[in-house]
Each structure stands twice: as structure tokens, then as C-alpha cells.
């Protein structure tokens, strides 16, 4: 019951953040590696509740009116966003880079928001959950801030190899801690801090651009910029604006 129910969120995510282009069932079998026949029983069972609809028999399936309404009356963490969202929106036009704000769960990561300004480097979103911990910036930083206890379960799992190809996870994680940010280059250059609240790291903040367009001055520039940007973001939602 629980892998039919897992299969089932999964198509449903899957047919929202493709819509409003439909999605075929052959797809979404081939992606999730059911029949077609479950595939379509599982579509049927969505779209008689509205949450999915059939765009046509050809084309297939798009979010339906109830997952569309379901979706537009939830605000997630609003004392979050509601600060964040313009400054990183403001910074990222400014600079012609990609800017997000992401938290952790498990070993899952979660994009919160994301702005790409970069026409250079489009950053499509195709996914609800990344397991990329090891291997984004943003990742690295949720890793590095989080519970002692946790950081271990977390370096026990490690499910996939790490971007900073250090053996001792912890090891990296500690440096990041005492730079309070990460970065590596390679193709793009990417970049995170810890964004606070109340002495607390609740997300991190995180950009990324192609390494070649930006010369390590302008690199470094972008940095303390986007360090700056985290910091203003906790003021924001700390208690009396209390410094982080």
C-alpha cells in the first residue's frame, strides 16, 4: 500500500511540475518503472478527484483544477520567503546569475525559491526533492550547519560521492563552518552561506554562474555580495532583527 501511495504522489508531481504541458502515460511508466496499465489506473484514480486532468487521449495528462487549487492556497514558511524572495530576486537581476534558497530534510534538499537571470546558464527546475547533498553548494552548507548527531546519520548514508572528492566528509564540513560558506568551480561557479535565524541556520542561500563569464575579481565580488544578501535575510526574520 505505501509503494502504490509513494508511486502515486510521485506521478502527481510529476504531471504539476510539467503542466501546464500534458504528460503521456508511457512517460510517466518509463520514469517510474510501472506497466502502463497501473499507470493509467493510478492517472484515472487522480482525475476522478480533479487533482490531474486528461488534456486529450494523445497528448495525456496535466494538474487538474483541485491540485491547481490545492497548491495556490499553500504558503510555505512566509516568514521566510516573504523576506527573502526580493532581495534574492533584486540581487540575481542585478548580477545576470542564478540565485536560490534551499533547506534540508533527511538527505533530501528542497529548493525554496530559485531566480535565474542568467542567459547563460537556465536553470530548469524538473524536480519536487534533490538528492544532491554531496554535490551542490547549497547542499554542502545544510550538511556543514546541521546537528552533530545528524551530520553522522548523514555521513553513514552518504549516497552519492562528494563534490569536494574529500574522503571525511566532516572534514569539509568543518571548513565550511569556519568560513560560514562554500564554493568550488568547474564549468559554473557556484557559492552558499547559511542563512540564521535567531543564531539557528534554517537555509541556505546559494548562486551559481558560468566560471568564464566572471573573472576571479568579480567572483569574489559576488561572494561577499551574496554573503551580504544571506545576512540581510536573517536580520529579516530573527527576532527584533537581532544580528546573526
Known amino acids: 500500500m505505501i509503494k502504490v501511495l509513494d508511486k502515486t504522489l510521485d506521478i502527481l508531481e510529476a504531471v504539476a511540475l510539467a503542466s501546464p504541458a500534458p504528460v503521456r502515460v508511457s512517460e510517466l511508466a ?10 493509467s489506473r493510478i492517472l484515472r484514480d487522480l482525475a476522478d478527484r480533479d487533482y490531474v486532468e486528461r488534456a486529450d487521449r494523445l497528448s495525456g495528462y496535466r ?3 483541485r491540485g491547481l487549487a490545492l497548491a495556490n492556497q499553500i504558503s510555505y514558511r512566509p516568514e521566510l520567503l516573504d523576506r527573502a524572495v526580493p532581495l534574492m530576486e533584486t540581487f540575481g537581476q542585478a548580477r545576470s546569475i542564478h540565485v536560490l534558497l534551499a533547506e534540508r530534510r533527511g538527505l533530501r534538499r528542497y529548493i525554496l525559491h530559485c531566480c535565474t ?5 537556465p536553470v530548469h527546475l524538473n524536480e519536487v526533492v534533490f538528492h544532491d547533498l554531496f554535490g551542490t ?3 554542502m552548507v545544510l550538511c556543514a550547519f546541521a546537528p552533530e548527531a545528524e551530520r553522522r546519520r548523514i555521513a553513514a548514508a552518504r549516497p552519492e560521492p562528494s563534490r569536494y572528492g574529500a574522503p571525511d566528509p566532516e572534514a569539509v564540513w568543518a571548513e565550511i563552518r569556519r568560513n560560514r560558506r562554500a564554493e568550488f568551480s568547474d564549468d559554473q561557479f557556484c557559492a552558499a552561506f547559511p542563512v540564521y535565524r535567531d543564531g539557528q541556520v534554517v537555509a541556505a542561500l546559494g548562486l551559481a554562474a558560468l566560471e568564464y563569464v566572471f573573472g576571479p575579481e568579480e567572483r569574489e565580488r559576488l561572494v561577499a555580495e551574496l554573503g551580504r ?8 526574520i530573527s527576532s527584533g532583527g537581532a544580528p546573526v
Do not use: C, E, M, Q
Open 30 to 39: 518509463a520514469r517510474f518503472g510501472l506497466n502502463a496499465a497501473t499507470t
Open 63 to 65: 494538474i487538474g483544477p
Open 117 to 121: 537571470y542568467s542567459r547563460n546558464l
Open 137 to 139: 553548494a547549497t547542499g
Open 229 to 236: 544578501v544571506a545576512a540581510a535575510i536573517g536580520r529579516g
